[in-house]
């Protein structure tokens, strides 16, 4: 496959890679069929289940978010499309829907292209490039190949670009491969180092620190939860005369109330959405990676 001639510089986020990687997981996971009970298979159906071939790995897509600066494009995050593998199209109002969510949680990201998985392009992937077209009229395509080679070295993506080129007299979009550079960010370095850290060395789940700290964490907030009740059935039954006013104990509530978080805005809302589905991803990518 040819080489872009572009001269565009392409930085790819680590966000990205484990966006793809997740939704790639979870799809081969649920496409799986679930194990038959120990009791329930004879000797034969064990020898024609060892022998049948493994199921091929179901592709996902989804589309690719950054900035675009001069000549240099910045791949920072990802996410999921739904697509109809019998006409080779995408959901187009779920795209929309999605565009615009992250439009307001990242106003400066513009949808730079589509992703995929696969072991190299398929001549059908071009016409989910070119319906992707009148959003982004030179998008890039990231590939992501999942089959394990433990001789390569190199990350296993690849980035492509769509050249218009003349065959037998015909000019013909195709793909062209295109270099790309790792790039992090302080958060990110910090986030990835601590995903590293979080095999315990005990042999357990990869996840069970993560879900120790987040148990903590609901621990404290339904206690929270708790005592915020307590001071407002207080504040009721004294609004009911059920029982007298005592102005220190209400100018102590009343400083309590102002530091809480009191928050309730559709931002937080979509802040909060957002930081919980990297809460989910994190977890899983932690077992992915290290069971």
Same mark, same amino acid.
């Given at each position: 496959?040819?080489?872009?001639?572009?001269?565009?510089?392409?930085?790819?986020?680590?966000?990205?890679?484990?966006?793809?990687?997740?939704?790639? =997981?979870?799809?081969?996971?649920?496409?799986?069929?679930?194990?038959?009970?120990?009791? #329930?298979?004879?000797?034969?159906?064990?020898?024609?289940?060892?022998?049948?071939?493994?199921?091929?790995?179901?592709?996902?897509?989804?589309?690719?978010?950054?900035?675009?600066? #001069?000549?240099?494009?910045?791949?920072?995050?990802?996410?999921?499309?739904?697509?109809?593998?019998?006409?080779?199209?995408?959901?187009?109002?779920?795209?929309?829907?999605?565009?615009?969510?992250? &439009?307001?949680?990242?106003?400066?990201?513009?949808?730079? #292209?589509?992703?995929?998985?696969?072991?190299?392009?398929?001549?059908?992937?071009?016409?989910?490039? &070119?319906?992707?077209?009148?959003?982004?009229?030179?998008?890039?395509?990231?590939?992501?190949?999942?089959?394990?080679?433990?001789?390569?070295?190199?990350?296993?993506? =690849?980035?492509?670009?769509?050249?218009?080129?003349?065959?037998?007299?015909?000019?013909?979009?195709?793909?062209?491969?295109?270099?790309?550079?790792?790039?992090?960010?302080?958060?990110?370095?910090?986030?990835?180092?601590?995903?590293?850290?979080? &095999?315990?060395?005990?042999?357990?789940?990869?996840?069970?620190?993560?879900?120790?700290?987040? =148990?903590?964490?609901?621990?404290?907030?339904?206690?929270?939860?708790?005592?915020?009740?307590?001071?407002?059935?207080?504040?009721?039954?004294?609004?009911?005369?059920?029982?007298?006013?005592?102005?220190?104990?209400?100018?102590?509530?009343?400083?309590?109330?102002?530091?809480?978080?009191?928050?309730?805005?559709? &931002?937080?809302?979509?802040?909060?959405?957002?930081?919980?589905?990297?809460?989910?991803?994190?977890?899983?990518?932690?077992?992915?990676?290290?069971?």
């Amino acid at each position: 496959m040819a080489s872009s001639s572009s001269g565009l510089t392409f930085k790819l986020h680590p966000l990205v890679i484990v966006n793809i990687s997740d939704h790639h =997981t979870r799809v081969k996971s649920q496409s799986q069929p679930p194990p038959t009970a120990n009791g #329930g298979a004879g000797a034969g159906d064990a020898a024609a289940s060892s022998t049948s071939p493994p199921l091929s790995s179901p592709r996902v897509f989804g589309c690719v978010i950054g900035v675009q600066r #001069g000549r240099t494009v910045e791949i920072f995050n990802s996410f999921e499309l739904l697509y109809d593998p019998s006409t080779h199209s995408l959901d187009r109002s779920f795209l929309e829907k999605k565009q615009e969510l992250y &439009k307001k949680v990242f106003p400066n990201f513009y949808i730079l #292209g589509w992703y995929s998985t696969g072991a190299d392009a398929e001549e059908s992937d071009m016409h989910i490039h &070119k319906a992707l077209m009148d959003i982004n009229e030179s998008p890039v395509y990231v590939l992501l190949n999942p089959s394990i080679n433990h001789a390569q070295k190199d990350l296993p993506v =690849t980035i492509y670009e769509s050249e218009l080129h003349v065959i037998d007299g015909i000019p013909q979009l195709i793909f062209v491969r295109s270099s790309y550079t790792i790039e992090t960010v302080e958060a990110e370095r910090i986030s990835v180092d601590h995903v590293a850290h979080l &095999k315990p060395s005990d042999g357990g789940s990869a996840a069970t620190q993560l879900a120790a700290h987040l =148990t903590g964490i609901h621990s404290a907030i339904k206690m929270l939860n708790s005592r915020i009740r307590v001071l407002h059935h207080y504040l009721n039954a004294m609004q009911k005369g059920e029982i007298p006013y005592e102005n220190s104990l209400l100018r102590q509530v009343s400083s309590l109330l102002r530091r809480l978080p009191a928050i309730e805005s559709e &931002k937080f809302r979509d802040d909060f959405l957002m930081v919980r589905a990297y809460i989910n991803r994190t977890s899983l990518a932690c077992d992915v990676i290290y069971c």
